[in-house]
């Protein structure tokens, strides 16, 4: 039996409508950005995942932790693979190639080898690019063709010419499948005519191959998994993620600049969830994917602490905050009177981007703590934001910690807090956030339920998936930002993406595999995407009845929309009975006016998930038409462990006041 699995429905609601008016005065305004996401290099959710490059271990990239490879890759008709630290390389960032020779005694037919993709790939009768680089005196063709790995059969093809010498050259190519594979099992195969050999083998490096991309961008992102988070409506993206931003050690932090122009320049680093990255999702590459979705940028600069707990001692503090320093100025430097401004121009990015919000590291009040932290609070932070206040005053600083995180935020500094509970620790800490003042502005960079309510927590499993009951919870947390709104700057899901295949964090807002058909939206994306949906403007105050002082099983917020209609955001918990509501928006005041309620319910079971594999969803979205009541009141119950929004069709109307004499 699932521990505690009856907290969730414990209290019954109560019989009788609770009556609750909006005010129409005496509200805070929000800040601009509410919902958005964290994107964490997590669950091979980069490669293999967002970053639509099908090809595994394309360039053979590695690392001390990693070193370089194969993997992926297997020889076809008798070809004999090896990896090879050349003397002339590709580029120093990619040191070693692939060498293909034929079998001794193979003089004739076609020798290649084979990539199974990131457990298999999608094929689509659809336009496919691609290349690869080739060194090696060589007289004929080249074929690429994508193939059932099961069957052998092919279902598109195309022909490469040659020829090919000693120096490094760059071959691109257009493949067309002439039908869908009925199936992910599938493989990319690069083959090549044994008897055009002139030095008896080939090298090859950067083999890749792109589907169609989210809004036809080169080197771009996945289309079906891109839409999925598009469709959570997110106002901003905090990148490059949390922990892929501190590193594994002090050598191996994110580096900006070695994430930008061409791939071959691209060394790639040792990821922190157990596997090499490519950086072929580079920092050009978040600031568009900004733009195709227009998010708010979020920009993490690295603050001189690893994973390990090490980090950088005061005399050396400064060469980090000049990196950061540069950062910025790539992105938003002048191109003719900034270095920086002057190299982004040079790679086809002549007007800057606009970034407003920094935040200085990644969570270090965690990593070799208590050292660490004191080491942030004493110097590293004091030394960032001397130089970007100095630099970049406009720039709305976020420290890594928050308030909540034992550390006094400096004022104009915004914190960041990451909130991994339980159910039933969002929703008992509803009213945490009411002690923030606005000198206190926070930003949620991370937050979901990870653990069931009374289960062991970090020293335990995480739950599989999200679900209903956690679900829930954090859609009643989210409504308890959105009631401090102007003291919250938004609130992200993390992580957002989970590859079926290998994962090291289970609980993510979607899933996804080589095939399409298996990307998942979790219960907790309806519940975000729901909420972001209806951005509230302004908060307005809520009169309700004076014998319900407390909020359970009812936790609500309500306020005014940018185009002036009035909203209602509620979720119920604890409750085993639907709870009526009364509810009056000041300035509507006729019979007959009109609202929209949307309304999620769950399975009977409060555990119970979407499965990427049986895809059931377990989410049932109903929408009702409701019509006002005299006096403009509307009736409504919602469910138990549900979450509802109420919009109303007419804009707001402030009452009126006597003129002066």
């Known amino acids: 039996m699932r521990p505690h699995a009856l907290l969730f429905l414990a209290v019954s609601a109560p019989s009788l409508a609770i009556e609750m008016v909006v005010r129409s005065t005496g509200g805070n305004a929000t800040t601009p950005h509410m919902y958005g996401f964290l994107h964490e290099d997590i669950n ?3 490669d293999g995942g967002i970053y639509a490059e099908l090809i595994r271990n394309r360039a053979f990239q590695g690392s001390e932790k990693y070193p370089s490879n194969l ?21 120093a960032a990619l040191p070693y190639s692939v060498n293909v020779a034929p079998r001794e005694g193979k003089t004739k037919g076609k020798i290649g080898l084979a990539n199974a993709g990131f457990w298999g790939m999608d094929v689509k009768a659809q336009k496919y690019t691609g290349s690869f680089w080739v060194q090696g005196t060589y007289k004929g063709d080249f074929q690429v063709s994508l193939k059932s790995a099961i069957t052998g059969e092919v279902f598109g093809a195309a022909k490469i010419s040659g020829p090919s010498t000693s120096e490094w050259t760059e071959k691109r190519f257009e493949l067309v499948p002439e039908k869908n594979a ?8 690069l083959e090549f005519d044994a008897e055009g050999l002139m030095e008896g083998s080939l090298n090859l490096n950067l083999i890749s191959l792109f589907p169609p991309t989210y809004k036809d961008r080169k080197n771009g992102l996945r289309v079906d998994i891109a839409e999925a988070l598009a469709g959570l409506k997110p106002t901003f993206l905090r990148f490059p993620g949390g922990n892929a931003l501190e590193g594994n050690d002090l050598n191996s932090f994110y580096k900006w600049n070695e994430t930008i122009g061409p791939l071959k320049d691209r060394p790639g680093m040792a990821g922190v969830w157990n596997y090499q990255m490519t950086n072929g999702l580079g920092i050009i590459e978040y600031l568009e994917w900004c733009e195709d979705m227009n998010l708010e940028p979020i920009l993490g600069v690295w603050a001189g602490l690893a994973l390990d707990g090490n980090f950088l001692p005061e005399s050396e503090i400064g060469w980090a905050v000049q990196y950061a320093l540069d950062e910025l100025e790539f992105l938003v430097g002048d191109a003719n009177t900034t270095k920086w401004g002057a190299v982004r121009a040079s790679l086809g990015y002549p007007k800057p981007w606009n970034i407003t919000y920094v935040e200085i590291g990644n969570e270090d009040w965690l990593a070799g703590r208590p050292a660490g932290f004191e080491s942030y609070k004493r110097y590293r932070f004091p030394a960032f934001k001397k130089a970007f206040e100095e630099k970049y005053p406009h720039i709305q600083l976020i420290s890594s910690p928050s308030v909540f995180d034992d550390m006094v935020i400096p ?4 914190g960041d807090w990451h909130p991994y509970l339980t159910p039933d620790e969002f929703v008992t800490g ?4 009411d002690g923030l003042t ?7 960079g991370e937050a979901s339920s990870v653990h069931p309510n009374g289960g062991i927590k970090w020293e ?4 599989p998936f999200p679900w209903w009951g956690g679900s829930v919870a954090e859609g009643i947390f989210l409504i308890s930002a959105e009631r401090n709104a102007d003291r919250i700057l938004g609130a992200a899901f993390a992580p957002i993406l989970r590859n079926m295949n290998q994962w090291q964090w289970s609980i993510t807002i979607i899933q996804h595999a080589a095939d399409p058909a298996l990307t998942t939206l979790s219960t907790s994306w309806y519940v975000w995407r729901l909420l972001a949906s209806h951005i509230i403007k302004t908060t307005l105050p809520v009169s309700a009845p004076p014998g319900k002082p407390n909020l359970d099983p009812l936790y609500y917020v309500a306020g005014q929309s940018a185009a002036g209609t009035g909203i209602f955001k509620a979720g119920v918990y604890n409750s085993t009975e639907s709870v009526p509501v009364s509810l009056k928006f000041e300035g509507i005041t006729k019979k007959g006016a009109t609202a ?4 999620l319910t769950g399975p009977a079971d409060p555990y119970g998930y979407n499965d990427p594999f049986t895809r059931v969803n377990v989410v049932k979205e109903t929408h009702s038409e409701l019509s006002a009541g005299p006096g403009g009141v509307f009736d409504f119950s919602i469910p138990p462990l549900s979450v509802a929004v109420l919009e109303t069709s007419e804009r707001i109307k402030a009452p009126c006041r006597p003129r002066r004499k």
């Not at 992926?72 to 580029?91: C, N, Q, R, Y």
């Open 182 to 189: 009925p199936n992910s099992n599938n493989t990319f195969v």
């Open 596 to 599: 929209k309620l949307t309304v």
């Open 460 to 463: 335990g499993q995480l739950m």
């Open 430 to 433: 509803f009213n945490k956030l």
């Open 44 to 46: 091979n959710s980069g």
């Open 411 to 414: 004022k104009g500094v915004a």
């Open 438 to 444: 606005k000198d206190n502005l926070t930003l949620i």
């Open 71 to 91: 993997d992926g890759w297997s020889p076809v008709h008798d070809a004999i693979l090896s990896l090879k630290k050349l003397s002339t390389p590709i580029s």
